[in-house]
């Protein structure tokens, strides 16, 4: 155990003395993580100005410009009065509004004729979202109109005097079932970017640690230092532990240091502090095994700068940590659950979102250990077929 | 000499079907440089990874102060192994990778930091040792690389090729310190395809070519082996032939000759003749002006064992 304290210290003091290596383990996480943060600033949450031009001026005009002030949506729209359809195409044009709604003059009173006028919305082709959003407010709107005029002449075909119309009218509005709409989990609160991308890029560059190490393993051979180290009273596992606990050791401070910056700095949320150092220490081991893996895979500095290229990349890639996996196709969902660091950001994520602490991230920290066991099995067996060959 | 430090019995490796060391069986004392001669490619540097530990015999033993190295891990503490590219770390000082390489030997404290001040003094790398290593010469990167194997105080030193590409003047410096290793008692096993290093600081040479040691024993016994005589040259003012007659008295001395204004005298050991051979001359009251020993040397013994010169 001397020994393997012995190499990773001076393992850890190269690094340190490494200026790259401080710049991919420290710097470049908590810069990238801060642009991509400022660049995504506003994706998370998505608001507009909706014209409002209310010709009709009628009671079903009230109730729908009523519908457009609810609470519920005061976080996606707000609305400005236009005078009339033209106006409400120029405010459109000049892009003043998202989208505009036009209630057309007898919009109330042709209701409840057999001959309603239609609303209109008027949209941008630059802002599809806003007039989506719009269309889907003036239909609901409209179903829930159809629906009260469906029940008042369902209710007259069968009997009811036409002078209860009206009656009928108010007690079916007083039937419709509440509806809200949420767009996340019940008890979670909102991602913000930064505390999405913090974690993101810091494991990111983590995974850099095992192209690092891999390529030391390989210049410390071809310098001779691995055999030189052999022929001192060292047990070759101990060679591998010291670069092993060098990794660990690095990886740890790297993720602790930049939680505790992004935290500060940005207001990055890692979660519970327990549950997301728990969530950190096992992800670096599943980093500590791929090192492994690559040196066993590799035969040369090069071959292993290669493979190392590969595998950073390829789980970067697939573990999310470049978009948010919540908007990624459910193919990439399901693809970065076959990665440790997609494990790690879900299990981040569930922190700053739900809440809890090592129950939360139970599964993701067993699914990264199982991911460990079994690199690090592969590379056992490399390993023992490279030395019997 | 000592007792032997260094004992290999019929050491054999191969790699795939080819092989590297075949019955290589040799022995070092305590206090005695031995010198492991052959070309690139014959076998010296797989047989002193087997010797240290680097890579295991297929068949054979090697043992140091009679501890079998391929059992226990901590005969390594005998051996000092200088390997022949400097291995070290270029990013760390010179002091750091001595620290490092003495950690890995179990020393600690003020122990190590003494034997790490007393490696750098026997190299003469003292005021260097907060340099990082890269910005060393290759000489220096050399000494320092001996430097290494010295910490812990190894009974057995094994030096590699350890002047490949260094300039004569750092040469001469680890050839001087080799032989102050032997004076402190260390055994020194010292491969190298430079025959005049091997006739400089070798007590015995062995001969390797394609695996098999075909020769060993001290520079005079291999010579003897050709059949071939020392020849003593001296040139001297006066009665040219009354000196040869002179020489020609002493025993051991075979034929002395004038030839071409200088008297050519053949001996055995040419080296050991040379004082009375002096000495008559003085008798004979002719005044020698110069004197060279020529000595078969380790290269014609080479050509005569393996029908070769010594490839560089």
Not at chain 1, 28 to 44: D, H, K, N, T, V
Not at chain 1, 60 to 79: E, I, P, Y
Not at chain 2, 165 to 175: C, E, F, K, M, T
Not at chain 2, 255 to 268: H, K, N, Y
Request: proline content about 4%; glycine content about 10%; aromatic content about 4%.
């Amino acid at each position: 155990m001397r020994n393997v304290l012995v190499i990773a210290g001076k393992d850890l003091r190269q690094r340190l003395r490494d200026r790259s290596a401080l710049v991919i383990g420290l710097v470049a996480p908590i810069a990238i993580a801060a642009l991509m943060s400022a660049a995504f600033r506003g994706a998370e949450t998505f608001h507009f100005t909706l014209g409002v031009a209310d010709v009709d001026h009628g009671p079903l005009a009230t109730a729908l410009v009523d519908v457009l002030h609810q609470d519920g949506l005061a976080g996606v729209l707000t609305t400005t009065p236009l005078a009339d359809p033209a106006a409400a195409r120029a405010a459109v044009r000049d892009k003043k509004v998202g989208a505009a709604l036009v209630v057309p003059q007898g919009f109330s009173a042709a209701a409840a004729s057999g001959h309603p006028e239609a609303l209109t919305v008027v949209t941008d082709v630059d802002n599809a979202t806003a007039g989506s959003i719009t269309s889907a407010i003036a239909s609901s709107f409209v179903a829930q109109l159809d629906a009260d005029r469906l029940s008042v002449a369902t209710a007259l075909a069968a009997g009811a005097p036409a002078s209860e119309a009206a009656r009928l009218q108010a007690l079916a509005a007083t039937l419709r079932i509440p509806l809200r709409t949420v767009d996340r989990p019940l008890g979670a609160s909102e991602l913000a970017a930064v505390s999405y991308y913090s974690p993101a890029m810091a494991i990111f560059f983590l995974l850099f640690m095992i192209a690092f190490t891999s390529r030391s393993y390989f210049v410390d051979r071809d310098q001779g230092m691995i055999e030189r180290i052999r022929a001192a009273p060292v047990r070759p596992g101990a060679i591998v532990l010291g670069k092993a606990l060098s990794v660990f050791v690095y990886g740890v401070v790297s993720l602790g240091v930049i939680a505790v910056v992004t935290s500060a700095a940005f207001g990055a949320d890692w979660g519970d502090p327990l549950g997301a150092a728990v969530l950190c220490l096992a992800l670096v081991v599943s980093v500590v095994a791929l090192t492994t893996l690559v040196i066993t895979l590799a035969r040369t500095q090069r071959q292993a700068e290669g493979i190392a290229s590969i595998v950073v990349f390829g789980l970067a890639l697939l573990g999310g940590n470049f978009v948010f996996l919540s908007a990624a196709p459910p193919i990439m969902r399901t693809l970065a659950l076959a990665t440790p660091n997609g494990w790690a950001l879900r299990g981040l994520t569930d922190l700053a979102t739900v809440g809890g602490g090592l129950g939360t991230v139970a599964l993701p920290v067993a699914a990264i250990l199982g991911f460990s066991a079994v690199v690090g099995l592969v590379s056992g067996w490399l390993a023992t077929k490279a030395v019997t060959r | 000499m000592g007792e032997d430090l260094l004992r290999c019995d019929g050491l054999r490796r191969t790699f795939g079907g080819r092989v590297a060391v075949d019955d290589v069986s040799l022995h070092v004392a305590a206090g005695e440089i031995y010198g492991l001669l052959g070309p690139n490619g014959a076998g010296k540097t797989t047989t002193i990874k087997m010797i240290c530990g680097l890579l295991d015999p297929d068949a054979g033993s090697v043992s140091v102060g009679g501890r079998s190295v391929e059992r226990e891990l901590a005969v390594r503490m005998l051996i000092g192994y200088v390997p022949q590219d400097v291995a070290l770390y270029p990013d760390l000082t010179a002091r750091e990778n001595l620290g490092f390489l003495g950690r890995l030997y179990h020393l600690r404290g003020r122990e190590l930091s003494a034997r790490v001040d007393e490696a750098l003094e026997l190299t003469d790398l003292q005021s260097r040792g907060g340099d990082r290593v890269d910005s060393f010469s290759g000489g220096m990167k050399r000494r320092l690389n001996i430097a290494a194997g010295l910490l812990h105080h190894p009974r057995l030193l094994v030096l590699d090729e350890p002047t490949v590409g260094v300039d004569p003047q750092s040469r001469h410096a680890i050839l001087e310190r080799v032989a102050e290793f032997r004076r402190r008692g260390m055994a020194v096993l010292y491969t190298t395809h430079y025959m005049e290093e091997a006739e400089r600081v070798c007590d015995r040479v062995g001969i390797i070519d394609h695996g098999r040691l075909i020769a060993e024993g001290t520079r005079r016994e291999l010579v003897d082996r050709l059949g071939q005589k020392d020849r003593i040259e001296l040139s001297a003012e006066g009665d040219l032939d009354a000196l040869a007659a002179a020489c020609r008295s002493v025993a051991g001395v075979e034929a002395a000759s004038v030839s071409d204004g200088a008297v050519q005298i053949v001996v055995g050991d040419g080296r050991r003749l040379l004082p009375e051979v002096i000495e008559a001359a003085e008798h004979a009251g002719v005044p020698v002006r110069s004197v060279d020993v020529v000595e078969p040397d380790l290269e014609a013994v080479f050509l005569h064992l393996t029908g070769t010169a010594l490839r560089e």
